[in-house]
């Protein structure tokens, strides 16, 4: 077993920064590392919050986490941020919205930049997820970048989904467009002291009457003032009223081998363009000037490196 991973299984918080590390940093033990604590999974809850920005996602998982603490459960926490296209860096935000949890040795909180990613989430979320549960949180909340249009990537790792809106904002719109509607196990209207909130409200009902009419399972709608601590009682109670649906019902296991299954064909897809840039890299990208003089077209450079590739692979076997 990897150091790293028998640490981890011994409840050791410093051994899972560190792994957590290795799979930002795309470390060369990394694979390693996570086959080993593939096993030690415990299916903690994984709970996406996902919405527009200013919803107020990152104070409402502030206020959850210490809902949850009072509850005795422990909690791990991955809040993404958007990562600049420009310097790279990332602004963690939710460190600081989050920082009274900092001493409580039953929460760890893991901020990361998106690093180009699309969907709301970077590329390592997902694994980070493994690890925390390998270490035996009882909740795991992923709080995704409020980029409004483009954050479905939660659906493929979160066992329930809840949608943060705020009256006033013309969120439905924004939700209906982005396809959140359909993945949505729960709509939040946070920040419902403001005026507005009855026409958002009436707006989310007209919209499960035409996407869950024939659905199985209707996503509540819960008002929340974070900020006051009301309506978290109500949040919890509906997130687990909702993983008892999905172990009666067989869905939870449905949704949990999806994303496994997607996450089999990502790290494939990862590890084969690693080893093809790497290779092309050290080549030189030679068809670059053909292509640039017309003398080749991309398709057919693309078509030559994947038929290199294959006799390549032909000549191993």
């Known amino acids: 077993m ?12 410093r051994a899972l920064a560190r792994a957590i590390s290795y799979v930002e940093n795309d470390h060369a033990e990394k694979l390693d590392l996570l086959k080993d604590i593939h096993g030690m999974q415990k299916k903690a809850h994984y709970v996406g919050l996902t919405g527009s920005p200013g919803a107020g996602k990152s104070s409402l998982v502030n206020r959850l986490i210490t809902y949850l603490r009072r509850q005795n459960l422990t909690v791990g926490v991955v809040a993404v941020d958007p990562t600049s296209p420009f310097s790279g860096g990332a602004i963690l935000g939710d460190r600081v919205r989050m920082s009274e949890h900092f001493t409580d040795p039953d929460v760890f909180i893991r901020s990361m930049g998106t690093r180009g990613s699309l969907g ?3 590329r390592t979320t997902k694994e980070t997820v493994r690890l925390m549960d390998a270490f035996g949180f009882d909740i795991i909340l992923i709080e995704t970048v409020g980029v409004g249009q483009s954050e479905l990537d939660i659906m493929k790792i ?3 989904i809840a949608v943060v809106l705020n009256p006033g904002s013309g969120d439905v719109v924004q939700v209906f467009k982005a396809g ?4 949505a196990d729960l709509f939040i209207v946070n920040k419902a002291d403001l005026p507005g909130v009855p026409k958002l409200l009436s707006e989310i009902d007209s919209m499960l009457d035409l996407v869950k009419h024939d659905a199985p ?11 006051q601590n009301k309506g978290l009682e109500e949040v919890w109670g509906e997130l687990k009223a909702h993983r008892a649906y999905l172990e009666a019902s067989g869905e939870g296991d449905e949704r949990r081998a999806r994303s496994l299954k997607q996450e089999v ?4 897809h990862y590890e084969l363009m690693r ?7 050290a080549d030189g990208y030679r068809w670059v000037a053909d292509v640039q003089d ?9 078509e030559n490196i994947l038929k290199r590739w294959d006799k390549n692979q032909e000549g191993k076997e």
Request: proline letters at 8%.
């Open 294 to 302: 017309g003398r080749l077209d991309p398709y057919t450079a693309a």
């Open 217 to 227: 399972y209707r996503p509540p709608v819960v008002q929340t003032i974070s900020v």
């Open 180 to 183: 959140i509607m359909e993945i």
């Open 265 to 268: 064909i990502e790290v494939v």
């Open 2 to 13: 990897h150091p790293l991973a028998e640490r981890i299984q011994n409840k050791d918080e």
């Open 158 to 160: 979160a066992d329930s």
């Open 275 to 281: 080893t093809l840039l790497l290779k092309e890299d």
């Open 120 to 122: 709301g989430l970077a």
